[in-house]
């Protein structure tokens, strides 16, 4: 009896790992190593290969997609998917835009599927003094009630109190709003 989808998973999942596939990427920022594309995709296209495992990766506007299919039993899928997202790339035309977002989706999409892991930077830096998000001023406190329909406000954002804004959201909320009151003095 042939394999099914998910045993042929697991086996490649096994022999990535025992691969010690090293990571090319290098994000100095914040000081951690990460797999480039490029460092994962042949070696998965090979163990894929080898187990009979087809990967299909699409995108549309919403969702990013890896459907893997059992070449043996076509029938035999799973699918893995992430929400599009935008990203500004300094410097770049809107192809090549869309081309490091539909990179970085494959990547995460692979990581996903085959449970490759990286670093967990959510967790190794949340709570940390420059990761804390400060909570809005009483100076925005102020402008935004003066200027602003704080009730339709925090229905649009749906938060509770305007006190559970951050320093950031309620800086993003007077800049929208200046902008919009300078388009009307115009």
């Known amino acids: 009896m042939a394999d099914n989808i998910y045993s042929k998973l697991n086996k490649i999942k096994l022999e990535f790992n025992a691969r010690n596939v090293k990571k090319s990427g290098k994000n100095k920022h914040s000081g951690f190593d990460y797999y480039e594309l490029s460092d994962i995709q042949p070696v998965l296209t ?49 192809i090549q835009s869309l ?60 938060v509770q109190s305007i006190l559970s804004l951050t320093k950031v959201q309620a800086n993003a909320v007077i800049q929208a709003k200046k902008r919009q009151m300078e388009k009307n003095n115009q």
């Open 46 to 94: 090979e163990l894929c290969d080898k187990y009979n495992v087809y990967q299909f990766i699409s995108f549309d506007d919403t969702i990013a997609s890896l459907v893997l299919v059992n070449v043996d039993d076509p029938e035999q899928k799973v699918a893995f998917t992430s929400p599009m997202r935008e990203i500004s790339i300094p410097g770049a035309n809107a």
């Open 99 to 158: 081309g490091g977002i539909e990179t970085y989706q494959r990547r995460y999409l692979l990581l996903m599927a085959f449970d490759i892991t990286e670093p967990d930077l959510f967790d190794a830096t949340a709570g940390t003094p420059g990761n804390r998000e400060e909570g809005i001023t009483s100076e925005q406190v102020q402008w935004i009630k003066e200027n602003i329909d704080v009730p339709a406000m925090l229905n649009h954002l749906g």
